[in-house]
């Protein structure tokens, strides 16, 4: 049984252990999981009026997620 806390890792610290760990089934299956919860995201509409608001947000979310999980 593994002891790692999936559900504590970043999108990309979670992506990498996988990387590192392809043997770990239960890494493989929550890195699926948060997989398929980051595809159904949907930010905006191409009519929405608050479209551009949106985006950078949304940049800006992605941005210090990435450098809170220490990629470079």
Known sequence: MSQVDYAAMTYQALRRYFL???DDSAAFEAYLARRR??????????NDPDFD???HAS???QMAEYER????
């Open 69 to 72: 999980s220490g990629a470079s």
């Open 37 to 46: 919860e980051r595809s159904r995201v949907v930010i905006t509409t191409i």
């Open 53 to 55: 608001r949106k985006i």
């Open 20 to 22: 590192a760990h392809r």
């Open 59 to 61: 940049i800006e979310r």
